[in-house]
């Protein structure tokens, strides 16, 4: 702000999941699952495995995640401006 004024700090809680494999694994699952479609049968069920395996990895993360959020988030309203963003007519 150019008048010295600082932005107060946020107080809701933003949430980030972690970084986590699963959905490349459970993609490369589905590929080869794709690839098995044509290639043979053997390939279709290694890559069912590997997708179901990273699946369940998945959604047992994410609920981890979810499991460790706070149940109540301290409600806050949006600070507003209390002058015009731009300048009208009238103020110059």
């Known amino acids: 702000m150019r008048d010295g004024r600082r932005a107060p700090q946020p107080t809701e809680l933003v949430y980030v999941p972690a970084p986590s494999w699963a959905p490349v694994l459970a993609g ?3 590929a080869i699952v794709g ?3 044509f290639g043979g049968w ?4 290694v890559g069912g495995v590997i997708a179901l395996v990273a699946l369940l ?3 047992r993360g994410a609920a981890t995640e979810i499991g460790r959020l706070p149940r ?9 401006p209390a002058v015009p963003l731009r300048r009208t007519e009238s103020d110059s």
């Open 72 to 80: 109540e988030q301290r409600v806050s309203t949006a600070v507003l």
């Open 42 to 45: 053997v390939y279709a069920v």
């Open 35 to 37: 690839i098995g479609l």
């Open 57 to 59: 990895a998945w959604i």
């Open 28 to 30: 490369a699952g589905l």
